[in-house]
């Protein structure tokens, strides 16, 4: 039996409960199944191994960061064939993140909106789940690890929150990502811009440094960044990525443009939009991206793959790996299994 027979029977009862219910109850299950051995039963995808970032993915296919925020489910998620597991956004201090409700299905649309606001245990207890995970203790794949910042650090001193974020994941990541594209953090995108890019760059490469020679190895940094963006301010975050040697560009976040989800129902709730309305708008970054960047740096690209040629359209526009969420909980657990073999039967 194929799980995604099992998620098509599931599926259903899920979609008619709230979102973020139904998150909330498909993890948790998902942890039991694991612990009985039963995701063990997924049939994996064969082996596509990828070197990006001096790291060697075992497929290029990777989970975004988002669906666990605590680094709570690693175990489970990685059962299901995922090249990469990446977890977070965490920030230094615990918050609630925004009121309920704050994520909101359009299954017309094959888009989710959420304004959860970084909602998360802390860094402290993030990095407990992280070395508590037996895919973290025997090493078993690619980790990474989404910082942040707190709602109530005013944004000229975001950078000491990613810092000592950086500074708490750094011996646990096999890579660390910086995250300055959610728009549901207020101002956090002003982080995007010239000198406030160039000051927190600055200061994350110093930290880079200190920790490599502390730890006694290199943990590369990824910068993620937004879709709604035109080709000079790609361009600047290009030359930006560039002048401080980060290691990858994560392309790209959720959108707020409401073009492609006029009229439908939810569409105009506040917060990000995933899944397949921000496909055209994040392959767009990914082809601006490479035009500057040519392979100097590896892109992964993330936004609205529902399926295996998707991943396919990612590649093609310049990116070495792709990231998939939203697309899961339309497609089920499968989607990784399809967009592994699309990707290696190119």
Do not use: W
């Given at each position: ?34 612990a ?59 918050q ?16 989710i ?123 600047n ?30 569409g105009?709730?506040?917060?990000g ?45 310049g ?28």
């Amino acid at each position: 039996m194929s799980e995604n027979f099992l998620y098509s029977l599931a599926r259903p009862l899920l979609f008619a409960m709230d979102a973020e219910a139904a998150h909330h109850l498909t993890l948790p299950a998902l942890k039991r199944a694991a612990a009985l051995g039963l995701t063990r039963l997924v049939k994996q995808p064969a082996a596509d191994p990828r070197s990006v970032m001096g790291i060697t993915f075992k497929n290029p296919v990777g989970l975004a960061a988002g669906l666990d925020k605590d680094g709570a489910y690693i175990d489970a998620l990685a059962d299901l064939g995922f090249g990469s597991i990446e977890v977070g956004t965490v920030t230094p201090r615990a918050q609630a993140g925004n009121p309920k409700p704050r994520m909101f299905r359009l299954p017309a649309a094959h888009g989710i909106i959420n304004r959860m606001g970084f909602n998360n245990g802390g860094v402290d207890a993030f990095v407990a789940n992280v070395q508590a995970s037996r895919f973290y203790q025997n090493r078993e794949g690619v980790l990474g690890l989404n910082i942040g910042k707190n709602a109530d650090t005013p944004i000229e001193n975001a950078a000491d929150d990613y810092l000592k974020c950086l500074e708490k994941v750094y011996p646990y990541a096999s890579y660390v990502t910086v995250n300055i594209s959610s728009p549901n953090t207020k101002n956090l995108r002003q982080l995007q811009g010239g000198s406030e890019l160039d000051g927190l760059l600055a200061q994350l490469k110093d930290a880079q440094s200190r920790l490599a020679d502390q730890h006694k190895r290199y943990v590369p940094l990824a910068l993620k960044i937004a879709p709604d963006m035109d080709g000079e301010q790609v361009k600047n975050i290009a030359d930006a990525l560039l002048r401080h040697k980060i290691d990858g560009v994560i392309a790209t976040n959720t959108t707020l443009s409401r073009s492609a989800v006029e009229g439908m129902q939810h569409g105009g709730e506040a917060g990000g939009l995933s899944g397949a309305p921000v496909f055209e708008l994040s392959n767009t970054v990914i082809r601006l991206l490479k035009a500057e960047l040519g392979d100097a740096l590896p892109i992964i690209g993330v936004g609205g793959i529902m399926r295996g040629a998707d991943a396919k359209v990612k590649i093609e526009a310049g990116a070495q790996l792709v990231q998939l969420y939203s697309g899961l909980i339309y497609a089920g657990p499968s989607l990784v299994r399809d967009c592994a073999d699309a990707l290696r039967a190119r």
